[in-house]
């Protein structure tokens, strides 16, 4: 098979998970604004369900732990990748707004990357 084939089914199967992923980017009530960025009750609720489920890195390397004090829920606690609407138009090739989830599997919060680590939205 030839290589530019395959790159095009990747890219095919890519942009089709995508879309899978991007149904109820907007739904539900404002849970978080982050920076100028908001984030719906839905899709909050389904990252948190996500990571939950995963193992530790088993995603690009995702969920991480993390570790801070003061957040609401039960130790320990991780941090996934989370789009909204506008972030996943633009297709940022870096995630930089992340769900964090606690032991138990509910969100305890949000935090944004930046080039010294991770703020608290």
């Given at each position: 098979m030839n290589?530019?084939?395959f790159?095009?089914?990747?890219?095919?199967?890519?942009?089709?998970?995508?879309?899978?992923?991007a149904?109820?980017?907007?739904?539900?009530?404002?849970?978080y604004?982050?920076?100028?960025?908001?984030?719906?009750?839905?899709?909050?609720?389904?990252?948190?369900?996500?990571?939950?489920?995963?193992?530790?890195?088993?995603s690009?390397?995702?969920?991480?732990?993390?570790?801070?004090?003061?957040?609401d829920?039960?130790?320990?606690?991780?941090?996934?990748?989370?789009?909204?609407?506008?972030?996943?138009?633009?297709?940022?090739?870096?995630?930089?707004?992340?769900?964090?989830?606690?032991?138990?599997?509910?969100?305890?919060?949000?935090?944004?990357?930046?080039?010294?680590?991770?703020?608290?939205?």
């Open positions: 290589l530019l084939y790159t095009e089914i990747a890219t095919i199967l890519s942009l089709f998970t995508l879309l899978c992923t149904t109820g980017l907007d739904e539900g009530y404002e849970m604004n982050c920076y100028g960025q908001t984030f719906y009750s839905n899709n909050v609720y389904n990252t948190a369900l996500k990571s939950f489920k995963m193992s530790i890195g088993e690009e390397g995702y969920p991480r732990n993390y570790e801070a004090p003061g957040l829920g039960t130790p320990p606690y991780t941090i996934f990748p989370i789009l909204n609407e506008v972030l996943f138009k633009i297709a940022s090739p870096k995630p930089y707004y992340f769900l964090v989830v606690d032991g138990e599997g509910a969100q305890a919060g949000m935090v944004y990357e930046t080039s010294h680590g991770y703020v608290a939205c």
